[in-house]
T-cell receptor, first 117, second 114 residues
Framework: GAVVSQHPSWVICKSGTSVKIECRSLDFQATTMFWYRQFPKQSLMLMATSNEGSKATYEQGVEKDKFLINHASLTLSTLTVTSAHPEDSSFYIC?????????????FGAGTRLSVL | AQTVTQSQPEMSVQEAETVTLSCTYDTSESDYYLFWYKQPPSRQMILVIR??????QNATENRFSVNFQKAAKSFSLKISDSQLGDAAMYFC???????????FGKGTLLTVNP
């Protein structure tokens, strides 16, 4: 499988600050990456599809101005939570869809736990 | 819209025994993929097994196998010779052929008793 590095694994920030989370595909190029949010004891909820070189596609109900996504290269996507508030505290997970491999297999990062004070 | 239903919030199994986790889905597409992902306490999502809808043969990966019933839209996971390391949350997921998004079920928490 593909190796996906997600950083940081845990971040604590003050309310009103912005936090950037990185997702790197270490051994495959990826035109498409995904960002998910997971609340405790719940399933993964897709937030947006990150497309290399173009704008991200956000799911219904996800604020694009709150959750900024940049996919500037074939191996890196970033999620910036802007002006974070306590309700943004959650577990954020990225995944990579390796280009050209087929099969629709997504490989996941280890996740980032965000705590907003 | 596609939906994935896991009707068992929790399951338990004795070590070395066999357990089956249920999953049903709803779709109007003919070309799609089904997955089982495992999320242990570390919260790292790990692919367990994948099934391509156009293949009639059930996928197997060592101790893990699926029972794919396309007409019934059922996709169950069988874990044989359960090990303590199998304890995790298991998510069933669907992906359309041309749409790479994953739709997840709510998950089944599997406990393995020694």
């Amino acid at each position: 499988g593909a190796v996906v590095s997600q950083h940081p694994s845990w971040v604590i920030c003050k309310s009103g600050t912005s936090v950037k989370i990185e997702c790197r595909s270490l051994d495959f190029q990826a035109t498409t990456m995904f960002w998910y949010r997971q609340f405790p004891k719940q399933s993964l909820m897709l937030m947006a599809t990150s497309n290399e070189g173009s704008k991200a596609t956000y799911e219904q109900g996800v604020e694009k101005d709150k959750f900024l996504i940049n996919h500037a290269s074939l191996t890196l996507s970033t999620l910036t939570v802007t002006s974070a508030h306590p309700e943004d505290s959650s577990f954020y997970i990225c995944s990579v869809l390796p280009s050209g491999r087929g099969g629709n297999i997504q490989y996941f990062g280890a996740g980032t736990r965000l705590s907003v004070l | 819209a596609q939906t994935v239903t896991q009707s068992q919030p929790e399951m338990s199994v004795q070590e070395a025994e066999t357990v089956t986790l249920s999953c049903t889905y709803d779709t109007s597409e003919s070309d799609y993929y089904l997955f089982w992902y495992k999320q242990p306490p570390s919260r790292q999502m790990i692919l367990v097994i994948r099934q391509e809808a156009y293949k009639q043969q059930n996928a197997t990966e060592n101790r893990f196998s699926v029972n794919f019933q396309k007409a019934a839209k059922s996709f169950s996971l069988k874990i044989s010779d359960s090990q303590l390391g199998d304890a995790a949350m298991y998510f069933c997921a669907y992906s359309g052929g041309s749409n790479y998004k994953l739709t997840f079920g709510k998950g089944t928490l599997l406990t393995v008793n020694p």
